[in-house]
């Protein structure tokens, strides 16, 4: 079989690179995995849809965003 050699100069700078993006997306998995187990944890709530969305609406309409 045959071989090939590959020169990276920059290898090291690379392979961190792939390391920090590794741990930036295991990091956003865990912050969405907590949401999840909050939301979870908090149980039925007892607003229906139409009144999650007009209180969501309010608050990207209003002028704070609040």
């Given at each position: 079989m045959a071989t090939m050699n590959v020169s990276l100069p920059y290898?090291?700078?690379y392979v961190r690179?792939?390391?920090?993006?590794?741990?930036?997306?295991?990091?956003?998995i865990a912050a969405m995995q907590r949401f999840v187990d909050e939301?979870?944890?908090?149980?039925?709530g007892s607003r229906s849809k139409d009144d999650l969305f007009g209180a969501a609406r309010a608050r990207v309409e209003s002028p704070?965003?609040?």
């Open positions: 290898s090291s700078g690179d792939l390391i920090r993006k590794h741990q930036e997306r295991d990091d956003k939301g979870l944890k908090s149980g039925i704070r965003g609040n």
